[in-house]
């Protein structure tokens, strides 16, 4: 791809992202296409419709969270330590997007997408090996799994970021300790 037209998918994408986190993604193209500084054709050409656009901000999320927990899990130091940045960094990236216009996008699009699926699977597969390590080196309570972490990290962070949430971030972590 020419560098130019690279530039102008990314800033699609982009524009995409905030605003779909902002809006939702039925956010008018028209609209996507004017805050990337691009026009409606150039749009349409890189992505033809609203699932491509959607499965290319998905794709690109996916991938930061693959990068935030391959990070993690190449660290030294104690399970806990690691478990703790990745969920302090998961927490930071989606406390960014405003949940839960855009990431109800990213599910209907895992759904029907073969590669959303592969990158989601891949940053769960880390992210459990993440919990994995923590437990084997008996800080991270063994009561607790995946989908326990998961499902508590969607419920913080589906709050726009306040000392609440940041409270109730914290007081989350620290009861997913062992002897807590």
């Not at 690691?82 to 990213?106: K, N, S």
Request: charged content about 30%; glycine content about 8%; overall charge negative.
């Amino acid at each position: 791809m020419r560098a130019d037209a690279q530039r102008n998918r990314d800033q699609i994408v982009a524009a995409a992202r905030t605003l779909f986190a902002a809006n939702g993604v039925d956010t008018p193209m028209e609209e996507i296409a004017r805050a990337a500084g691009v026009g409606v054709g150039t749009l349409y050409r890189r992505f033809p419709d609203r699932d491509a656009l959607v499965n290319a901000v998905s794709t690109e999320m996916f991938h930061r969270l693959v990068e935030f927990v391959e990070a993690a899990n190449a660290e030294e130091g104690t399970g806990w330590a690691v478990l703790h940045r990745f969920l302090r960094e998961w927490a930071d990236f989606r406390f960014g997007l405003l949940h839960d216009p855009i990431c109800t996008g990213m599910a209907e699009a895992v759904k029907v997408d073969a590669g959303l699926r592969e990158i989601r699977q891949r940053w769960l597969d880390e992210f459990e090996a993440v919990i994995r390590r923590a437990q084997r080196e008996g800080d991270l309570r063994a009561d607790v799994g995946l989908t326990e972490i998961a499902t508590m990290m969607s419920m913080v962070v589906r709050y726009e970021r306040d000392p609440v949430t940041d409270r109730i971030l914290a007081v989350m972590i620290d009861g997913l300790r062992r002897g807590t």
